[in-house]
């Protein structure tokens, strides 16, 4: 059985994306998104750095989240989300398999700002400027998609589901200028079913 340690509006979900997506039967251990509830023993015993995701299948253990799609796709994936080495899309793939952490990254300083630093110790300056570097990491997914529907030219795969809930997340934590081909590209994300099922496993509550 398939174990997804995971909280709401964190890089889990991108994991739990691709898995609704692969049609896996999976369990889901969802986690409060306290330090006190991610560095008990038990769980540092699983996940040594106290984050989520961690994904365990059997006797192995997965704690990086783009590690975690590029193991599922090579365990489970049947030729469709997973761009193989020596397949024309490869480098393409693991380009923006990555590139989804360079978007995540200007996310979770925002996030710490609103979550664990008290109100009256932000720091407007850093908002300010994670919030500019957010918007220039999503102008580049922008200028990508002005000739295509997904990452790739061949279509939908798990980068997607990597950089989609990158982009997913800032859309929900700054007011993006408008960026026409990256909100298309978002409406497509959305309309899928997976998609659906995970955010409607998520819920409507947020973290921030």
Avoid at 187 to 197: E, Q
């Amino acid at each position: 059985m398939i174990t997804l340690y995971h909280v709401n509006n964190s890089r889990s979900a991108r994991n739990l994306w691709l898995l609704n997506e692969l049609g896996l039967t999976f369990e889901v251990v969802e986690m409060a998104f306290t330090m006190e509830a991610l560095r008990t023993p038990e769980y540092l015993a699983i996940s040594p750095l106290g984050r989520v995701p961690c994904l365990v299948d059997g006797a192995l253990r997965v704690f990086e989240s783009g590690a975690i799609c590029q193991y599922l796709c090579e365990t489970y994936d049947e030729g469709l989300l997973h761009r193989p080495p020596g397949h024309p899309e490869r480098v393409d793939w693991l380009q923006w398999l990555h590139y989804a952490e360079t978007v995540a990254v200007h996310c979770a300083a925002l996030i710490q700002q609103r979550v664990f630093i008290s109100e009256e110790n932000r720091s407007p300056a850093v908002i300010k400027l994670e919030s500019k570097r957010l918007e220039k990491s999503l102008e580049v997914l922008d200028k990508h998609l002005v000739d295509r529907e997904y990452l790739l030219s061949s279509g939908f795969s798990a980068v997607d589901t990597a950089v989609g809930y990158s982009v997913h997340l800032g859309f929900q934590l700054h007011d993006v200028p408008p960026l026409p081909n990256l909100q298309a590209y978002y409406a497509r994300c959305k309309s899928r079913d997976a998609f659906a099922k995970t955010f409607d496993t998520e819920g409507a509550s947020s973290n921030f």
